[in-house]
């Protein structure tokens, strides 16, 4: 069983930053496919930034250039650097891992932007 370990949430007034950690319990370069994810309440889940095997990036829309998905495989962790926050980024973020047919989730980290 994976363990992911989110990490890095808080409070911040709008146009502030957050990195976001997310800390594997097994090395990371295996999975297919490590992400981040965003429920607000009410909403349903929805993907904010992949990261597919060799690296490739996929961003939603919304982000619009503000955040930045990065890895650090010696330490099995995926980041996700968020600037520019809005109050539409209030959410609590998961960090997710595919591998093969199973995926694995965080428990989660609370992000709320409000001034």
């Known amino acids: 069983q994976v363990q992911l370990v989110e990490s890095g949430g808080g409070s911040v007034q709008p146009g502030g930053s957050l990195t976001l950690s997310c800390a594997a319990s097994?090395?990371?370069?295996?999975?297919?496919?490590m992400g981040w994810y965003r429920q607000a309440p009410g909403k349903e889940r929805e993907l904010v930034a992949a990261?597919?095997?060799?690296?490739?990036?996929n961003y939603a829309d919304f982000v619009r250039g503000r955040f930045a998905l990065s890895r650090d495989i010696a330490y099995a962790s995926l980041y996700l650097q968020m600037n520019s926050l809005e109050p539409g980024d209030t959410a609590v973020y998961y960090c997710?891992?595919?591998?093969?047919?199973?995926?694995?989730w965080g428990q989660g980290t609370q992000v709320t932007v409000s001034s």
């Open positions: 097994r090395d990371i370069v295996s999975f297919s496919v």
């Open positions: 997710s891992a595919r591998d093969g047919a199973r995926e694995y």
């Open positions: 990261m597919h095997a060799g690296g490739v990036k």
